[in-house]
């Protein structure tokens, strides 16, 4: 997702965007109060340190690693105590996966790592070593590699997270969207204006929204706005809450001759079949979207009905871009 700056009914000289790279992603925010961009994007990028130190699965030193050394040759489950912002993406992470029925499983760190996404995006992206295993895409060692959510257990009162040995967690599926909520109404309420958060394009909205609502290009690359679509692509508006984008198109990468992307399906240990290119969904909050956008890829053919069942707005984009849009998601223009 892009926001977009031209067309909107709130002129330019009354708000303010900035855009940067950082882990591995496109940051975006956009304030209703010019004067307060430097601060909220000072706040942003604190909130950002913050989760990359507790929840990166490429750094050493983040706590996500180091649950997963403390498991890795344990003979049994391993409880830890955690921090209160660990604990409350895992809290997250644990709730998707209830939500889905397990579509959405936090467990998929380690079957990611054997499948070469084991450092961050952007550095992936330009190798192509061999896999570990071959037998993990031909399913010989695949389904094995997924212990399952209801493995792990977190009491996040007393932040004691248990997994089981050798567990490597992922909480890639839900730690966007959730962040993009959490610092939205965290920056709003310390600067008393509207303001839009958007990381690798899962965006969520906070404070007074501008007239018409907040204008976001729904593709399925994130892009910048003054530059073109990468694919199909629309221009939505949204007053609260937040918009999630999943895509098989964005995060791929070659390993052993095989072309692979992120969303695993946990129950095969290997990629979701290429039913969608992109899912877009709407929601009371992004980490909601999010979650949404993310099953329905792993859901397939069957993602239309039970989207329309929970009635989220969402906007589906097969692999020959045809467009099915569903629950008062706005119909393409011609």
């Avoid at 899912?279 to 397939?300: E, K, M």
């Avoid at 053919?301 to 009635?311: F, I, Q, V």
Wanted: charged content about 20%; some cysteine; hydrophobic content about 45%.
């Amino acid at each position: 997702m892009t926001v977009m700056r031209d067309g909107s009914a709130l002129a330019e000289d009354q708000r303010a965007f900035a855009a940067w790279q950082a882990l591995g992603m496109l940051i975006q925010i956009v304030v209703t109060s010019p004067p307060r961009l430097a601060e909220a994007r000072e706040l942003l990028a604190d909130d950002l340190a913050a989760l990359d130190r507790a929840c990166s699965r490429f750094r050493a030193d983040s706590e996500l690693v180091a649950v997963g050394n403390a498991a890795r040759g344990a003979a049994g489950p391993v409880t830890v105590t955690v921090s209160p912002l660990l604990a409350e993406a895992v809290a997250v992470s644990l709730r998707a996966a209830l939500l889905t029925d397990g579509d959405v499983d936090p467990t998929v760190g380690g079957a990611l790592a054997a499948l070469g996404y084991d450092r961050d995006f952007g550095e992936l992206a330009q190798t192509d070593k061999p896999l570990a295993s071959h037998a993990v895409l031909r399913g010989g060692v695949g389904a094995r590699v997924i212990p399952g959510w209801r493995s792990v257990s977190l009491d996040v009162d007393a932040r004691r997270l248990t997994v089981p040995a050798g567990v490597q967690l992922d909480l890639g599926a839900t730690v966007k969207g959730w962040a993009a909520d959490r610092s939205a109404a965290r920056i709003a309420e310390h600067l008393g204006c509207g303001v839009l958060v958007s990381l690798g394009g899962d965006t969520a909205v906070a404070g007074p929204a501008p007239d018409g609502g907040w204008r976001i290009r729904v593709q399925g690359r994130t892009g910048l706005p003054d530059q073109p679509a990468d694919g199909p692509s629309q221009v939505v508006a949204i007053r609260d809450g937040g918009l999630a984008t999943s895509s098989t198109a964005a995060r791929r990468w070659s390993h052993g001759g095989d072309v692979l992307h992120h969303i695993l399906d946990p129950r095969t240990a290997l990629p979701a079949a290429p039913v969608w290119q992109t899912v877009s969904v709407a929601a009371g909050t992004c980490a909601d979207a999010n979650t949404a956008a993310t099953a329905a890829i792993i859901r397939g053919a069957r993602a239309p009905a039970w989207l329309s069942g929970l009635n989220l707005p969402a906007r589906l984009v097969t692999q020959d871009g045809t467009v099915t849009a569903l629950a008062g998601w706005p119909r393409p223009g011609p």
